[in-house]
């Protein structure tokens, strides 16, 4: 397993911008499959954007595409999250997922071994 380490969660305003990170101190991420995943209150973890450079799989939720993107700097193993355009819809806690690429990589909570620890984001007028 990964060890992963979140961080960049906070509070904002409706339309304004977060950038979450996501290191992989000692692994190159860049061989995995990444996930983006949000759980909020009451609600199931869902999927919000994975992405595998190896691969060529990517996938977006109907409810971030054209606002959120992934990002990599392999030089500090890390993965980010820019979030941008956020609604109060978007408030959850975030996490990032790995797992090395498969045949039918997807993006669902069950097809990921290794989790970060989560950060909240909050967005609220």
């Known amino acids: 397993q990964v060890q992963l380490v979140e961080s960049g969660g906070g509070s904002v305003q409706p339309g304004g911008s977060l950038r979450l990170s996501c290191a992989a101190p000692?692994?190159?991420?860049?061989?995995?499959?990444i996930g983006w995943f949000r759980q909020a209150p009451g609600k199931e973890r869902e999927g919000v954007l994975c992405s595998s450079s190896s691969s060529g799989f990517t996938y977006y939720a109907d409810s971030v595409k054209g606002r959120f993107t992934i990002s990599r700097d392999n030089t500090k193993n890390t993965v980010y999250l820019q979030m941008n355009s956020l609604k109060p819809e978007d408030t959850a806690v975030y996490y990032c997922?790995?797992?090395?690429?498969?045949?039918?990589?997807?993006?669902?909570?069950?097809?990921?071994?290794?989790w970060g620890q989560g950060t909240q984001v909050t967005v609220s007028s």
């Open positions: 997922a790995a797992e090395p690429p498969t045949m039918h990589n997807m993006c669902v909570p069950a097809a990921f071994g290794s």
């Open positions: 000692g692994f190159t991420l860049d061989f995995y499959v």
